[in-house]
């Protein structure tokens, strides 16, 4: 990850029905920093995540992703993310491996970067996903979620469920991630003590 | 040249995308059996219903070669409806689809998926159609263009039904929307294949007919190919 | 400019309503020559119908491209107005085959068509009924009306060549080539003019009632 990479994302509005959830929001993020976004319930902090993952299209704005120079369309976008968010799920018919190779043969990676993570976080392989705990979902998704080694990862509550061992290793997972040269947009209530964060507080 | 090279490569992969939905599809089926049992149970039960109201005489000669192959054609399409919409349903439902979007190629997904449902209605039409013709003592004159008929009107269901399937996964009230929104896509296809199969039956080669449904599957499989991403992603 | 076109479009169908009765003659193969005259409606209407779709899909290309909502809002108008088109091309049409034919509904391969056309258009409109999200009802709703544009060709033009119909040749000819009266050419095509402008005034007044709606309701 040596080529220099940003995310820029400006005045990106967002409603849904009535309710007006974005009201012009912006912010950047660059090589090996981290965009810390915090806010209330209800302030609109997975919703920017899911417009910068390109899962929802903004009613207005602009988001920018580049890499080395070039702007990236949302599809190659898509390829560069790792997401980890509380609504993201797995086949529960498949067992963890299963699933991590399913997802593996289609970002067209092998699946032994998601099988060393979930190492490190020691998930059974075995394990059928749908019998999984909380706070192993949760492993499956940081494993998932690093499988293709992206270069930014938006992470929504991504503590969410640990037990103190799980939060550890993730927050190692994160540090070598943006150590690495990759980006970060994190929306998390608890403090995280990183250098080069910067803060989008969302609160009204 | 290395141009041809990457491009061959690229469809290599883009063809193992596509191959391995249609594994994990026919895996996770095989695991909870969900459509099978719902094609069949209806397929069997409709063709009860089907044969018992006909009579244990059956239907004369005259009227059998203009009404059963509707019937026919009924039996499948209400069959289709109820078991194989699940496939984007189900994506939707179990909140996997995020996972899906983010990670596959929107083709290859597509043509995994309608891959699955082919392979669930040629099933479905092996099952139905022998028993079918069994049960209402039909006898049909040109099998060969009967099997023709089952495979192209087949995959027509199989790709109106997918590309259908996906729009209303994203909506409200999925189960009646889908009836309703792919009936008038599959209409043309429906005469077509009931033509045809009159024509199978009676031993009239049916012209233009099959050519057209051919046609008719060609054009489906592209629109969808083309609609498909706009469906799936923002 | 608006108002001159109204005024222009009034006195066009005004005359071509004039033509119908007293310029145009009757089809003399008719068992009742002088219902002959639906033609100048119901022909139109039929266009007008189909029409619509066009339209409809023309916006959604458009709304696809740009994502611009006032595209997506004029397609589900064209929509609208073609599947009331087609409701007035129905009903005219079951008058006619009742007069012509004895029976309302005779499931000739033309009015199977249309009906199929009708059931499409309600289809449509049953969808964006299903999606709150402005952004995504626009997007699936586009879809589904290049799908129709698809599928649509094969039951207007195929069906009917493949099956029997009763619908009269020489008037409603698919193969183009037309055999009628000059007169009654004239006002047909007079008449399919002012029912195509007719469209487009309509369509364009909905559009600008329905923006000014929401720009009322907005917060």
């Known amino acids: ?204 | ?234 | 400019m608006k108002t001159l076109f109204a005024w222009l479009l009034w006195i066009w169908i005004s005359l071509v309503i004039v033509g119908a009765f007293f310029y145009a003659p009757v089809a003399e193969s008719f068992r009742v020559p002088g219902s002959s005259r639906i033609v100048f409606f119901h022909v139109p209407m039929a266009w007008s119908s189909f029409l619509g779709f066009i339209a409809a899909a023309v916006w959604s290309v458009r709304y696809l491209l740009r994502r611009d909502p006032r595209h997506d809002r004029a397609a589900a108008v064209a929509i609208q107005l073609g599947l009331l088109f087609g409701v007035l091309a129905t009903v005219t049409g079951a008058v006619w085959a009742r007069i012509e034919w004895g029976a309302w509904w005779n499931w000739d391969p033309r009015q199977t068509s249309i009906l199929a056309a009708l059931l499409f258009y309600a289809a449509y409109l049953a969808l964006r009924q299903s999606v709150d999200d402005p952004e995504k009802r626009g997007r699936l709703a586009a879809a589904y009306a290049l799908l129709g544009l698809v599928v649509t060709p094969f039951l207007f033009w195929i069906v009917p060549r493949i099956t029997f119909s009763l619908h009269p040749e020489p008037v409603v000819n698919a193969s183009g080539k037309v055999e009628m009266d000059p007169r009654i050419q004239h006002v047909l095509y007079a008449s399919g003019l002012g029912f195509a402008a007719l469209f487009f005034w309509v369509h364009n007044l909905q559009c600008r009632i329905l923006t000014l709606w929401e720009r009322k309701s907005a917060p």
């Open chain 2, 1 to 234: 040249m290395s141009s041809d090279s990457t491009w061959a490569a690229e469809a290599r992969r883009w063809a193992a995308e596509a191959a391995s939905v249609f594994v994990k599809e026919w895996r996770c089926e095989f695991r909870t059996r969900y459509a099978l049992n719902t094609l069949a149970l209806f397929a069997f039960t409709t063709l009860v219903v089907v044969s018992f109201s006909l009579g244990p005489l059956g239907v004369m000669k005259s009227q059998g070669t203009s009404v059963l192959p509707v019937l026919l054609w009924i039996i499948l399409l209400f069959s289709v409806a109820a078991g194989l919409p699940r496939a984007f349903v189900q994506e939707e439902e179990s909140q996997t689809a995020t996972a899906l979007r983010l990670a596959a190629t929107p083709s290859a997904l597509f043509c995994g998926k309608l891959l699955y449902g082919l392979t669930l209605v040629l099933a479905l039409e092996a099952l139905v159609t022998p028993a079918y013709l069994v049960m209402t003592s039909l006898d049909v004159a040109s099998p060969g263009l009967l099997a023709a008929v089952l495979a192209a009107g087949g995959y027509g269901l199989a790709v109106g039904s997918t590309l259908v399937a996906s729009i209303i996964a994203q909506a409200r009230s999925k189960g009646t929307l889908f009836s309703v929104l792919s009936f008038p896509v599959l209409l043309p296809l429906l005469v077509l294949a009931v033509e045809l199969t009159r024509g199978a039956v009676t031993g009239d080669p049916g012209g233009v007919a099959l050519p057209v449904l051919l046609l008719y599957d060609a054009a489906v499989t592209v629109a969808g190919l083309m609609l498909f991403p706009v469906v799936w992603n923002p």
């Open chain 1, 1 to 204: 990850m040596s080529e220099p990479a940003s995310l820029h994302f400006e005045n990106v509005r967002r409603r849904f029905g009535r309710l007006s959830v974005l009201e012009g929001v912006s912010g950047a993020v660059e090589t090996g920093g981290m965009l810390l976004v915090t806010g209330p319930n209800g302030s609109g902090k997975s919703t920017l995540l899911r417009c910068l993952a390109g899962l929802l299209a903004p009613d207005g704005g602009r988001i920018a992703y580049r890499e080395n120079g070039a702007d990236l369309d949302a599809a190659a976008r898509r390829r560069r993310i790792g997401v980890v968010a509380p609504d993201l799920a797995f086949y529960s018919e498949l067992t963890v491996a299963e699933n991590l190779a399913f997802f593996a043969r289609l970002r067209r990676v092998s699946p032994e970067k998601g099988l060393a993570v979930l190492d490190r976080l020691s998930l059974p392989l075995d394990r059928m996903a749908g019998a999984l705990s909380s706070g192993m979902r949760q492993r499956l998704r940081w494993a998932w979620a690093l499988l293709h080694s992206p270069r930014l990862l938006l992470l929504d509550e991504p503590f969410q469920n640990f037990d103190a061992p799980g939060e550890r290793i993730s927050r190692e997972l994160l540090a070598e991630h943006l150590a690495a040269g990759g980006l970060a947009v994190v929306a998390n209530p608890f403090n995280l003590d990183f250098d080069h964060v910067e803060r989008l507080d969302l609160g009204r």
